[in-house]
């Protein structure tokens, strides 16, 4: 998917002085929950978190094709969804005002009130149907996870039944945080936050393993694609590719902050955070981790 960059950091008040915010995971009954908490640590005093800043400007790279698609909440009527096809057509798939899911190619509208997606994972293949005319759109081997991702969102919000294989599947340890019927209705908004996780870590093991350490991150009540995709591009622009990657590794929670405060940070900080959370979670008991530290 690319390289994140992002424009950062203004240095802390005093060498002296980390900040660490993490989360405990509970479990209550059937369903586990996150309680946000906030430590400070400082030889001399508490740090205190600058205001909420506007956001810094800086290049989009990293899902770049995508940030249309990333607002910062899932909103309830998400923006339009453009990718290439295998004949080079310009696909925009379209949510109209009246509830109605539209699909142009090369701005030219092929189907109209689309009434059903047809999916086959092995051929990267729609399959669409409205009451008049139907047809297929078959998806490039390197279009990322987040087009059908963000797909199958769009196709719940606009109430059009998708058939065949699921846009995006979860793996077993990500569908068994969906502990209760609530988290589980959300599972379109779930496929949004896993599918940019494997934008970002090299396998999907290794994204396994982060959400294994905080299911905050594809939780849309506690995360969101703004947090994700923008704290990546801070952290890349920060510490570089190599160093990002291995931030994330050790302390994935970091992509649940808010890039905006993120920005603020420096990267002696971020990295010492990371490693301290990495330590702390690999000597606690699994149910008394600190699963990963995030900056709100």
Known sequence: CGTCRGS????????????????????????????????????????????LGPSASRPSTLFSRQRQLLPMTLPEQPPDIEFIDSVADTMRFYLSSDGNLSVYAEEVLFYDAVSSITFAAAERKLWLETDEVEGEIVLLPEEPPTTLAMLGLLAVRAKVPWLGDECLMLPQQVESKLVDSELRAQRPAVRVLWALLLCIYPSQNAAIAAVERNSALVMPNLNRPFNLEGSWEVLNDMLGAEEALAVVTQNPGILASDPRLLAKSNAMTVKTVAGVVNTIDGTLPVWFRLPNSGIR
């Open 8 to 51: 950062a950091a203004v240095s802390l008040a005093g060498q002296a002085k980390v900040l660490f915010l993490f989360s405990f995971n509970h479990q209550q009954g059937s369903r586990s929950f996150a309680v946000p908490s906030m430590s400070f640590f400082s030889v001399a005093s508490l740090l205190l978190v600058p205001p």
